[in-house]
């Protein structure tokens, strides 16, 4: 009679283990559950298991195999400790994290957290290692967040007090090419009478005003963004408050004066984004006035869509903040008398005397509004506008150099 093998153990080929058991008698690893014995018809009868190998004994381990020719090297098999383990794929395991990175600043944290622990073979095991693998996170989260706090973030807090300090003389070092862009803003408005040869000056002083802006909203925006930051930091690290606090106050007072810089360059800046399209349409009124002093009606009425074009743009100009409402006021008037001098030129070429008359009224009326103190803007605006506004920048800038 044959004696009874079992399906071979998937870890050491043990074939004596009695049915229904659940563990090798031999290695004491989980069997896998019995397989239905039932085999279609006419599927191969797969062969049986030959058995042990010659001078095995249950209860002892199972010899490990190897190819033809291999010889196994003495010593207990296993992973050579010269070598790192590797991971899936042949990579090597992510080291463990001990740095972060805060405002750009990055930092080496005292603590080391664990990689993942390989789990035991034994499921009877796995539920005490997750619980401990837990308990060692909690633990080391604990000693995080001192660290974070205690080391971590003074660093940071340090870190950008320094930027500070730099964003402030960086600041500074500009009041130069600032106050350069500032005086011509007093006289904005001086220029020649003749509109052609004022169009050159207009583009000049648009240039050094939007340069000037440029550069006051970059040292605004940088001490801004820093000060941000520092408010942030003055709540997660009160070891640092006393010196988070002096940096912010520096930075306030530089950047309360650079908005009055700020302010000033757009007004002039906005100022002359005025001047530019009303002087052009000036230039054009000039040719359709000398072609009405010619009579010629075609040559009068050829500059008009172009000087239409450029009043337009001027008064959606005039109404930017910070500029005096008698800009607006004035090229509104100067528009009527585009559009009335255009009116006079077709009541001629029609011969309509009650048109012409009509549209000679009109234009006079708005030409005599243009010189009324209420379509004038003081002569003296820009110097008292931007006078406060460039003392209070100067002193700013004083105060960085100064440190205070």
């Known amino acids: ?42 599927y191969p009868q797969q062969p049986p298991y030959p058995g042990a190998p010659p001078g095995y004994a249950p209860g002892q381990p199972y ?49 080391t957290l664990p990689v993942a622990l390989p789990a035991l073979r034994l499921p009877s095991l796995q539920f005490p290692r997750r619980i401990a693998r837990g308990a060692f996170g909690l633990v080391v ?46 006289t904005l408005r001086n220029s020649p009478s003749d509109p052609v040869a004022a169009k050159a000056q207009f583009e000049k002083l ?46 306030k007072g530089a950047i309360a004066g650079l908005k009055q810089a700020d302010q000033a360059l757009t007004i002039a800046a906005n100022e002359v984004k005025v001047i530019q399209p009303y002087n052009d349409a000036l230039i054009d009124y000039g040719k359709i006035a000398a072609a009405l002093a010619r009579h010629d009606l075609v040559g009068a009425g050829a500059p008009y869509p172009d000087a239409q074009q450029k009043i337009e743009l001027a008064v959606s100009n005039s109404h ?36 012409i008359k009509k549209s000679t009224d009109a234009m006079n009326a708005a030409l005599k509004a243009m010189s009324t103190p209420d379509e004038t803007v003081p002569a003296d605006y820009e110097a008292k506008t931007f006078a406060p506004m460039q003392k209070a920048y100067v002193a700013a800038m004083k105060a960085i150099k100064s440190g205070s």
């Open 141 to 186: 989260g604990l000693i995080a967040v001192p660290v974070l706090f205690v080391v971590v973030l003074p660093a940071v807090a340090s870190g950008q007090i320094s930027s500070a300090n730099q964003s402030l003389n960086t600041a500074a070092s500009h009041e130069d090419r600032i106050d350069a862009a500032f005086a011509p803003a007093f």
């Open 206 to 251: 648009a240039k050094s005003f939007n340069d000037g802006l440029s550069v006051t909203q970059a040292d605004e925006a940088a001490l801004t963004s820093v000060d941000q930051r520092l408010t942030f930091l003055q709540w997660l690290a009160p070891s640092k408050g006393a010196s988070i606090t002096a940096a912010r106050n520096r930075l």
């Open 63 to 111: 010899p490990a195999y190897g190819p033809p020719g291999y010889q196994q090297q003495p010593g207990a098999y296993g992973p050579d400790p010269a070598y790192g383990a590797y991971g899936p794929g042949g990579q090597p395991p992510a080291a463990p994290g001990t740095t972060i990175r805060l405002f750009g600043q990055t930092f080496t944290l005292p603590v």
């Open 320 to 355: 930017a903040a910070g500029l005096p409402p008698q800009i607006a006021k004035q090229v509104s008037s100067f528009q009527d008398v585009l559009l009335n001098t255009e009116s006079l030129i077709q009541a001629i070429q029609a011969k309509d005397n009650a048109g």
């Open 1 to 42: 009679m044959q004696a009874y093998q079992s399906p071979p153990c998937p870890y050491c080929g043990a074939t004596w283990n009695q049915p229904g058991a659940q563990a090798c008698a031999n290695c004491r690893n989980p069997l896998p559950p019995p397989q239905p014995s039932y085999v279609p018809p006419g």
